[in-house]
């Protein structure tokens, strides 16, 4: 089953508002990776956080990693139309395999 | 975007039939991934490949076989397609190690009848 919850499922915002989405494994990651998918496109890679407690930013992005390295989060400040689609967290436990999360869709109101 | 290319790009087919996915990517990249995506669920992997014919299971590979005679190449195949393998399905590349970068291709939408 899936091992990597993300919440939530969906979210609309007015442009402009703030947008977050979580990400949570019952087990310690080695990695955990974020990935933007646009309306009827393919996952494109955004941004790789490995150590505990890492935050990274780009531009409005910014990405969180748990103390516990558990737990992650992706912040968007002030929405643009050109922030909706689905982002997913993808965690890895060590070996070969990336777990996904269910994804968050995000639909952003001009 | 990395050179992955997936074919066909669409497909219907009854079920029962055989189907088979290829995977194409020109960056030399030594894993290849097969993913479905079904809303609710996310990307879940089907199998994976760390070489040419060396490939492991996923979490969702009951019904699906895949082989990898060259470095470019990576075929998904249903034996005998089911309604419950309608899905979208990705292929993925990473370069040498499995903690880098997945790059997908383009995707299948394959609809079984």
């Known amino acids: 089953g899936q091992q990597v919850m993300q919440i939530p499922q969906y979210q609309h915002v007015q442009e402009g508002e703030d947008f977050t989405t979580y990400c949570n494994s019952s087990t310690t990651l080695s990695n955990i990776q974020w990935y933007k998918q646009r309306p009827g496109g393919h996952p494109v890679f955004l941004i790789q956080l490995v150590k505990s407690g890492e935050v990274k930013k780009q531009k409005r992005l910014t990405f969180q990693f748990g103390e516990a390295k558990k737990n992650s989060s992706l912040h968007i400040t002030a929405t643009q139309t050109t922030d909706v689609g689905t982002y997913f967290c993808a965690g890895r436990k060590g070996g070969n395999k990336l777990v996904f999360g269910a994804g968050t869709i995000l639909r952003v109101k001009s | 975007d990395a050179g992955i290319t997936q074919s066909p790009r669409h497909k219907v087919t009854e079920t029962g039939t055989p189907v088979t996915l290829r995977c194409h990517q020109t960056e030399n990249h030594r894993y290849m991934y097969w993913y479905r995506q079904d809303p609710g669920h996310g990307l879940r992997l089907i199998h994976y490949?760390?070489?040419?014919?060396?490939?492991d299971k996923g979490e969702v590979s009951d019904g699906y076989s895949v082989s990898r005679s060259k470095t470019e190449d990576f075929l998904l195949t249903l034996e005998s397609a089911t309604s419950s393998q309608t899905s979208v399905y990705f292929c993925?590349?990473?370069?040498?190690?499995?903690?880098?970068?997945?790059?997908f291709g383009p995707g299948t939408r394959l609809l079984v009848l």
């Open positions: 490949s760390y070489g040419v014919k060396d490939t």
């Open positions: 993925a590349i990473s370069e040498s190690v499995p903690q880098e970068t997945q790059y």
